[in-house]
């Protein structure tokens, strides 16, 4: 069996859920937000499936009347939500901040169909966003007084 044919045997399951994305979000000294998102998808994934890093809105979203946004988990869930957007358009429509604005995508709008991830988010004003439903996300930033930080549970 080729690596190709193996890759699609989907009587198998795997043996725990891995998510491979890395993603980043930056504001330059103008407030210029800028956000990417990389992945090798989910375990197990169908051949050709698209998740929603790649999608413009889904795992990835900048605008910088309102702020940059990347995302990570199940991505058949951040697309239905268009996540990433949805995020921003918290901001533009409801004022809410970036923190909140993440709050909401991911425990109201992302937990109601039982999806799981997180995003980060900064805005034009370098405040941050950061949320997650799962039991962890790595991820780390430059603190304002220049010091590294790096977090991995929820509550750490
Ligand atoms: N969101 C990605 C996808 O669904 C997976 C991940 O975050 O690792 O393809």
Not at 74 to 99: C, D, K, N, P
Request: with cysteine; aromatic share 6%; charged share 20%.
């Amino acid at each position: 069996m080729t690596e190709l044919e193996s890759s699609q045997d989907i009587t198998a399951e795997p043996a725990e859920e891995m998510y491979g994305t890395v993603g980043a979000v930056a504001c330059d000294k103008e407030g210029n937000v800028a956000a990417a998102t990389s992945t090798g998808g989910t375990t197990f994934k169908r051949l050709g499936r698209v998740g929603d890093s790649p999608v413009i809105g889904a795992g990835t979203y900048a605008d910088n009347r309102t702020c940059a946004v990347s995302g990570t988990g199940t991505g058949e869930y951040f697309i239905r939500i268009a996540a990433a957007h949805h995020v921003s358009a918290l901001m533009a429509y409801e004022g809410l901040s970036v923190q909140k604005a993440c709050d909401k995508v991911i425990h109201e709008k992302l937990s109601e169909l039982e999806g799981e991830g997180g995003v980060i988010a900064i805005d034009a004003e370098r405040n941050m966003g950061i949320s997650l439903n799962s039991e962890g996300m790595y991820r780390g930033w430059i603190g304002q007084d220049g010091n590294p930080v790096a977090k991995i549970y929820k509550e750490s």
